[in-house]
């Protein structure tokens, strides 16, 4: 509609032109003037048509697709490994599965033979087990009052002590150099540190020969 509107303001405007260069410049050329106003005109159409917006879409930026790993690389990628901590425990007293019980059997030498003042003698005791538990390494005899005479303080037993079987032990002691009775009293102990059954040794010191 504009374009229609332009070429009739174009027409008359060269029809006001020509009449009025026919009243005041006889003598200009009426096709010159024309053709002035015509180029007048298109330039202005032009300009007109410039400054409109085209209708062409503006085009967006184009998606880029991100690489994927491949396997290879996807193989050579480290995978933390989770690393299972072993601890390693310590050993526990075994559960007590029975009743702790002893008696004391014999003594080698027997108690209240003579020994040598001063003098090392070693006594080989023997202990029954008269529990329904079973006596381990774990078990021992430890000294508990008296004359100590130089033994150590506890002795574990060599080997498991099933219920109704025995074990031998070898306690050393030294003699005290004064004569007279001497005694010295010890315990079973099981494996949780606990005093079951008591005995004792007993010996007569006498002077040395």
Sequence with gaps: ????????????????????????MPTEDPALMITSVAQTVIADLTKTALAKPTNTP??????????????DAAAETPIAATETAETEL????????????????????????????GDPFTVSVRLMNTGSSTWT?????????????GAPDE?????DVPPGTSVDLDVTFTAP?????????????????????????????????
């Design 1 to 24: 509609m504009k374009n229609k509107n332009l070429i009739t303001i174009l027409i008359l405007l060269i029809l006001m032109l020509v009449l009025a260069s026919c009243k005041s």
């Design 58 to 71: 503006t085009r967006l930026p184009t998606a880029t697709n991100t690489p994927q790993p491949t396997e």
């Design 90 to 117: 310590a050993p526990t007293t075994p559960a007590q599965t029975g009743t702790d019980a002893g008696v004391w059997v014999s003594s080698n030498p027997p108690d209240n033979s003579d020994v040598l003042a």
């Design 137 to 149: 390494t774990a078990y021992k005899i430890a000294y508990g009052s008296g004359k100590q005479m």
């Design 155 to 159: 002795i574990n037993l060599p080997y």
């Design 177 to 209: 150099t004064t004569e007279g009775t001497v005694r010295s009293d010890w315990f079973l102990v099981n494996a949780a540190g606990v005093n079951f059954y008591s005995f004792y040794f007993e010996y007569e010191v006498v002077p040395k020969p």
